[in-house]
């Protein structure tokens, strides 16, 4: 199983930013997919889910109206597309699938600064 995030990096205060998640090595359509992200000092916080088949997300309240999760069962991705960021934002942000146990991605940093 590889999940390889990519799209992070420095960002004004109300920019945007595009992740993407490309998994490779499991049946990725079958599962539910989530991006989580960890600021220093703090633990994994959700930020978004998707059903297998796209038809329900989740979002964390800090987040909702914001960004919006996606995913493309024929390329094997999942997106989350952040609008109007904060500097709160700013952390680690992670791709993770579960069947049968956790899978991570490496992680991809935003920050989001003047």
């Known amino acids: 199983v590889q999940l390889v995030e990519s799209g992070g990096g420095l960002v004004q205060p109300g920019g945007s930013l595009r992740l993407s998640c490309a998994a490779s090595?499991?049946?990725?359509?079958?599962?539910?997919m989530s991006w989580y992200r960890q600021a220093p000092g703090t633990e994994h916080e959700l930020v978004a889910r998707?059903?297998?088949?796209?038809?329900?997300?989740v979002y964390a309240d800090s987040v909702k109206g914001r960004f919006t999760i996606s995913r493309d069962n024929i390329k094997n991705t999942v997106l989350l597309q952040m609008n109007s960021l904060k500097p709160e934002d700013t952390a680690v942000y992670y791709c993770?699938?579960?069947?049968?146990?956790?899978?991570w991605g490496q992680g991809t940093q935003v920050t989001v600064s003047s």
């Open positions: 993770r699938a579960f069947f049968a146990r956790v899978y």
């Open positions: 090595g499991f049946s990725f359509s079958n599962y539910a």
């Open positions: 998707i059903s297998s088949d796209g038809g329900k997300t």
